[in-house]
């Protein structure tokens, strides 16, 4: 099976930049995304590491170490509209159809 | 633009009483899943379809089902519904992975989400 943990809760000050941590077990998996959710809304799709390094898109950056069983997300210069829950997820390998398993989630909260 | 539909946004229904939540999408998707969401946790996967093809989790209860009559639209049914069916219903669908093992480094795992329905039992 498949278990991504994440802490639970972030706080940070705006403008300044925050780590998310995701350490996985899983027996295999194509790659390891990570979604935004608001309050109350859907998740949407940030970014996507397939192999191990760093992934940039504009203020968000994520890393995958699949030595390390362990990924993380960045975002820098951050604004209040970031405050909101974030999620890795991963798509096994076995399973097939792109099955996703979600992380634990971390909710984030940007203060002034 | 293309995108992922659900309707309604907001359901109320009464315990026991059946309830059906639609989804559609524009996109052309062979993939389409139900997710369920309680308050303050992650997504839970209840079912999901490549084309026709249906794909149960061995932990979803039995008063959830789902139709799929056509690529566009994708139903759940909650025969009866239960106070701890009080939840939001997220709809995504996403597209084939490439069978030449290429697709990953596309990220097609990627999940189009719909907005949701959030579901009230009283």
Redesign the interface.
Known sequence: GQSLEQPSEVTAVEGAIVQINCTYQTSGF??L?W?QQHD??????LS?N??DGLEETGRFSSFLSRSDSYGYLLLQELQMKDSASY?C?V?PLSG??????????T?LQVIP | DAMVIQNPRYQVTQFGKPVTLSCSQTLNHNVMYWYQQKSSQAPKLLFHYYDKDFNNEADTPDNFQSRRPNTSFCFLDIRSPGLGDAAMYLCATSRDRDPRGLAELEGTDTQYFGPGTRLTVL
């Open positions: 194509y790659g995304s979604y109350g809304g859907a998740p949407t799709f996507y397939a192999l999620f997820a798509s097939g159809y792109q099955k996703v398993t979600f992380g634990t989630g909710k």
